[in-house]
């Protein structure tokens, strides 16, 4: 069965403080994973499309790479202005959504 | 500048009510759906449409309904059948393949039971 698993649920880090978000998946035949970013009351964003294991995209502070089993989500130096909730979506016969990490960046 | 727009933002229903919230796009896209987000729980798909006049049940969809009369526009309806509609709905288009970005996200409807 096609389902993608995010973690963690939650992720408190210091303005600074590096770390990376997790989205694993089991999917036939994947056609795109995707990552938004979705504020609080309001629709998900894209962020980045990942086709095929090997492959890295960069947007300013955040970096997506993928796997075969697995997609991460790099932040590097976060600000608070980065607090927000990540959704990881992958693209096979469907798509799934997976339940999100929301992170809150500290000043 | 195009993209979808949902209305109204906030919707409060009384027991045995329907309601209809209203998603419009200007993107071009051929398909539009509907998801429910729930606090810990991904996003359910209730509906989708893919060509106008012609749309299809998600895993969620009862108690609610929908219409495609235009390629622009997709409203759902959430009906007295819906036993607990209080949630946030989004709604989305795409092109037909999904395309690079996947979905492009209204800004969601918080319906509230009161």
């Known amino acids: 069965e096609d389902q993608v698993t995010q973690s963690p649920e939650a992720l408190r880090l210091q303005e600074g403080e590096s770390s990376s978000l997790n989205c694993s998946y089991t999917?036939?035949?994947?056609?795109?994973l995707f990552w938004y970013r979705q504020d609080p009351g309001k629709g998900p964003e894209f962020l980045f499309t990942?086709?095929?294991a090997g492959e890295e995209k960069e947007k300013e502070r955040l970096k997506a790479t993928l796997t075969k089993k697995e997609s991460f989500l790099h932040i590097t130096a976060p600000k608070p202005e980065d607090s927000a909730t990540y959704l990881c979506?992958?693209?096979?016969?469907?798509?799934?959504f997976g339940t999100g990490t929301s992170l809150t960046v500290i000043p | 500048d195009g993209g979808i727009t949902q209305s109204p933002k906030y919707l409060f229903r009384k027991e045995g009510q329907n309601v209809t919230l209203s998603c419009e796009q200007n993107l071009n896209h051929d398909a539009m759906y509907w998801y429910r987000q729930d606090p810990g729980q991904g996003l359910r798909l209730i509906y989708y449409s893919q060509i106008v006049n012609d749309f299809q049940k998600g895993d969620i969809a009862e108690g609610y309904s929908v219409s495609r009369e235009k390629k622009e526009s997709f409203p759902l309806t959430v009906t007295s059948a819906q036993k607990n509609p209080t949630a946030f709905y989004l709604c989305?288009?795409?092109?037909?393949?999904?395309?690079?970005?996947?979905?492009?996200f209204g800004s969601g409807t918080r319906l509230t039971v009161v």
């Open positions: 989305a288009s795409s092109t037909r393949d999904r395309g690079y970005y996947g979905y492009t």
């Open positions: 999917v036939s035949g994947l056609r795109g």
């Open positions: 990942l086709y095929s």
């Open positions: 979506a992958v693209f096979g016969n469907q798509f799934y």
